[in-house]
């Protein structure tokens, strides 16, 4: 078993923790199911709303996004899209207390844990994962009706107004609670699949430890997630780095002998993997986004060149490429969240010997009992009465 310190210096073996093919394998498969989800419902949502395929295609690739200001995105669009947003978040939550529930059994000592066992267990409690953040949603949404129905009184004449002042400091209390409702939620979808990874606890076990880790650790909770969030991203940026100078040696050694052909294959995958960033994108994040591009010497999936055909070889080469590309992102991405669910787990590991006096990795599994078989008692020899028994032994003397 994992010796911790029970303080921040554990959260900082994250970065190590997450560099496993294992955990990666398990988060790019997470991400991967959310990504054709997404992109599928998306591409729906285009398509109901009127648009034409091939327009979109060319200009979002795989990875589509909204734009309303130049195509028509009625309600129900944004309601499928809505799905699509719901179904990857699922899908990386269920991957992230897959790799939660292998970072615990590691640090209990059991470095061999399989990745299906994992995500046989996070499927066997996907209640908790996916149900506990829902718990959270239905109370604000209880409380908004609240809200709904004292704004329906307060349209009746006259007695409206009076009632709705005298409810004036107990709307504002609602309103306050809900403020703490919707910061809990936040902290359910970060941290909630670490614990369920960890405790293996129900939908309302759940929710009772997040509200606990808000309410008497607050200020190490929001430390432990700027150090693991840090942390993700330095991992997934030098990662980035990496593959980019591996990307770049493998083009210059292969560029030797296949010259301009290879040019045609890089330009043209590059097609394939265009991002085009919407114009409601935050500035600060199409900055970063732009940085990063750079940094790895991508620049031209922002804006890549036009398609070149050159021959059915160079095509399906460069579509090969393409796929590879989205291959390498995900595998970056995936090492990422690998980093921050095993950072989490840590921290959790920390928060609950912090205020609960309890170190979850001595906690006994809840594992059925070996039921040793009953054995009979041998039974006792019938001995022949008392008159028998002396003819028995002056038999045997004479």
């Known amino acids: 078993m994992t010796k911790l310190h029970f303080n921040y210096k554990d959260v900082f073996r994250a970065l190590r923790l997450g560099f496993s093919a294992k955990k990666v394998w398990m988060m790019f498969l997470g991400l991967l199911v959310g990504f054709v989800g997404y992109s599928l419902l998306t591409y729906l949502a285009y398509i109901v709303s009127g648009n034409d395929f091939l327009t979109v295609w060319e200009n979002f690739r795989l990875l589509p996004f909204p734009q309303p200001s130049f195509y028509p995105f009625p309600w129900f669009a944004w309601i499928i ?17 897959a790799v939660s ?19 046989r267990f996070a499927f066997k409690h996907i209640s908790s994962t996916l149900v506990s953040p829902l718990l959270i949603i239905g109370f604000v949404a209880l409380i908004v009706v609240a809200g709904l129905i004292l704004s329906l009184l307060g349209a009746i004449p006259y007695f409206g107004e009076i009632f709705v002042a005298l409810m004036a400091l107990p709307a504002f209390a609602a309103s306050l609670f809900i403020v703490y409702l919707l910061i809990v939620l936040l902290f359910s ?5 670490s614990i369920v990874g960890t405790t293996k606890n129900d939908t309302f076990d759940t929710i009772f430890e997040v509200f606990s880790c808000v309410n008497e650790q607050p200020a190490r909770l929001v430390w432990y997630l700027v150090i693991v969030a840090f942390l993700t991203k330095f991992g997934s940026f030098l990662l980035g780095l990496a593959s980019s100078a591996a990307g770049r040696i493998g083009y210059f ?6 010259g301009t052909k290879m040019v045609d294959v890089m330009s043209n995958a590059a097609f394939y993997f265009k991002v ?11 900055a970063s986004f732009m940085f990063c591009t750079k940094a790895f010497g991508l620049p031209q999936i922002y804006m890549p060149s036009e398609y070149t055909s050159v021959n059915w070889g160079v095509d399906v080469g460069a579509l090969l490429v393409g796929i590879c590309f989205y291959i390498v992102a995900l595998v970056v991405m995936a090492y990422g969240l690998s980093v921050w669910y095993s950072g989490n787990t840590l921290a959790y590991a920390v928060l609950a010997k912090k205020k609960d006096d309890k170190n979850i990795l001595e906690t006994p599994e809840d594992e059925e009992e070996l039921i040793e078989p009953v054995v009979p008692k041998p039974k006792p020899e019938a001995k022949p009465p008392t008159g028998e028994t002396e003819e028995i032994e002056k038999t045997k003397e004479g």
Do not use: N, T
């Open 81 to 97: 899209y809505a799905i699509g947003i719901i179904f990857s978040l699922c899908s990386v939550l269920i991957a992230g207390s």
């Open 101 to 119: 529930k292998v970072v615990y059994e590691q640090l209990r000592g059991d470095e061999f844990y399989e990745s299906k066992e994992a995500f």
């Open 189 to 193: 979808l970060l941290i909630g699949p």
């Open 253 to 258: 050694v292969l560029k030797i002998f296949m």
């Open 276 to 286: 085009h960033l919407p114009g409601w994108w935050p500035e600060p994040l199409r």
